[in-house]
DNA sequence: TTTTAAGTAGACAGACTTGTCTACATACTT
DNA sequence: AAGTATGTAGACAAGTCTGTCTACTTAAAA
């Protein structure tokens, strides 16, 4: 059975539901509908909090942005890696993996991709971020092709190849024949 | 020498000035900036025209964002078919090409995947451009594939490699580094 | 017990958004 | 000579944007 939830029983938690509930309504909305389009009062009325709330966890808007590429960013990494994981690290699976994504009714991109595209010139830490999660997607992929024992080298050409697979099954080609297409270079990348 | 300039010398040309400088101010600002970024005041400021000017040209900014991405699309197409064949279609040497465009700069990545990023959920008809122009950048590719006899299946790999590429740079990946990852992508397709 | 953190409800400021409107000027075409 | 297209200058509407503010409540920590 479960413990009894006394005060102390997980230490500083409970931090807060208001901030929580913002982050994951921020983190739909920009993710869905952009960045600029998401406006304060709308993640308010969503989140179901009041403004003083809202502006005493983030005091900004833009802290908020950055928040939600944080979180965007573990979250991702985390299914990527599971999902690498479930496969095996075997890369000539990862059309399989990113099928996945690619097919979800909700899919609209990277969001890092996006954001740098939205506001990248004018909140230069986006772009800094959006770096940082395509270097760590990088090494996910050098690890998985490390322990299948092929080269590491390619793991950037793959990587790259992907970002350019996401943009393309966004604008709305078919997924199919992206990953056919990205099948292709995996192929000749790999053999 | 040249010509008098009377009337009818270029038939219904100096169709109107205005309207061309709000498209190139428009191109300028939409790609610099973003298109959520940039306000009709701005526009109508930077291009020193009127409002009713611009409204009688433009009924809507969603007509000026359609005719900035018809207008880039000319404008990157020409720039890159005539690259291309300054190379005499090698496709090895698509490096050097895209050297030039990441380079420079102004440069902001892909307008085309910028706007699907940023409205192409709410404006559709910007996915449609935007596929639209990928398929004929690729179908580029293709004809310069078939130039130097080499498979044309590959355009669509080389372009969704590009894709990559461009998306990395504006994150602020190295040029150099970038452009290596693509040239081996390349070598492996082609060898 | 008193302080601190977290919450609610909603008015308000000031700037910026897209788009409409009036009133007038100029110049080319029919 | 009259009509049409194009232009100028700027007020205005109605809404949205981010962010601040007052006033009050609740609960845990020091």
Redesign the interface.
Known sequence: MHAMKTKNDMPPAKVSDAKTRILLTAHDLFY???I??TGVDKLIKESGVTKVTFYRHYPSKNDLILAFLHYRHDKWMAWFSQALEQKNNQIERLTDVLSEWFSDSDY??CA???S???????LPEV??I??KH?EDMTNLIAASLLKSGQPEI?S??I???????I??V????PVK??LE??Q??LE??LK
């Open positions: 869905q509908n952009g600029r389009a609209r991109g890092f991709i996006n740098v595209g939205e506001i990248g010139s004018e772009s800094k959006s770096l395509k390619l950037e050409a990587s790259l190849a992907i970002d350019g697979a943009t393309r966004q604008s709305g080609q024949k992206v297409t990205l292709l270079i000749k990348l």
